[in-house]
């Protein structure tokens, strides 16, 4: 079965610092990388997103890492915020465009 | 405003009393599903729909039933639920194909089967 796996499952980063969430994929037909982003009592939200034809997109604080051969991706955010704190879910779309998403990072950012 | 509606927000239920989870969007999307959150597991989706009258299972079915009679609308139902269905319950949206990358997430519903 398709899979993504991601790492860590929970992250603790002081405030100013790099977080950094790691995901890795197996199958080379996924075309579309998003990040989704969840804060307590809500649903997850489209964060930022990347295609594999290329290797890095950023927005504001937040940016995606690509590594095609390595069939791995990442999310950084840069100066973290107390703000930021939330689930973060990667996740991978295969050419039948059911997402298969990564099991969540649930990351704090300590004043 | 744009949003995927859920309700009830939170239920708690005894074991095989029948229950459904409504979902409405207001987007006029073709595509809907349901998904289960668990610690640990993620996101997995129950249900998805590509439009109306057209339901296919996702990865956890069992247990499950869906029906989509009409674009805004796909409720869950739980026939016969069972504590092991206990979990927190999301309803998204999107458009079809490549153009839907993006998917939209009701509030959610957190359901407890004593």
């Known amino acids: 079965q398709q899979q993504v796996k991601q790492s860590p499952q929970s992250l603790i980063v002081q405030k100013g610092g790099i977080s950094i969430i790691n995901c890795a994929y197996e199958?080379?037909?996924?075309?579309?990388f998003p990040w989704y982003q969840q804060f307590p009592g809500k649903g997850p939200a489209l964060l930022i997103a990347i295609r594999p034809d290329v290797s890095e997109k950023k927005e504001g604080r937040f940016t995606i890492s690509f590594n095609k051969s390595a069939k791995q991706f990442s999310l950084h955010i840069m100066d973290s915020q107390p703000g930021d704190s939330a689930t973060y879910f990667c996740a991978a779309r295969p050419s039948n465009y059911q997402l298969i998403w990564g099991a969540g990072t649930k990351l704090i950012i300590k004043p | 405003e744009a949003q995927v509606t859920q309700n009830p927000r939170y239920l708690i239920t005894v074991t095989g009393k029948k229950l459904t989870v409504t979902c409405s969007q207001n987007?006029?999307?073709?595509?809907m599903s349901w998904y289960r959150q668990d610690p640990g597991l993620g996101l997995r989706q129950i249900y998805y729909s590509m439009n109306v009258e057209v339901t296919d299972k996702g990865d956890v079915p069992e247990g499950y039933k869906v029906s989509r009679k009409e674009k805004r609308n796909f409720p869950l139902i739980l026939e016969s639920p069972s504590p092991n269905q206990t979990s927190l319950y999301f309803c998204?949206?999107?458009?079809?194909?490549?153009?839907?990358?993006?998917?939209?997430f009701g509030p959610g519903t957190r359901l407890t089967v004593l």
């Open positions: 998204a949206s999107r458009r079809p194909g490549l153009a839907g990358a993006e998917q939209f």
């Open positions: 987007m006029n999307h073709e595509y």
């Open positions: 199958n080379t037909a996924f075309d579309y």
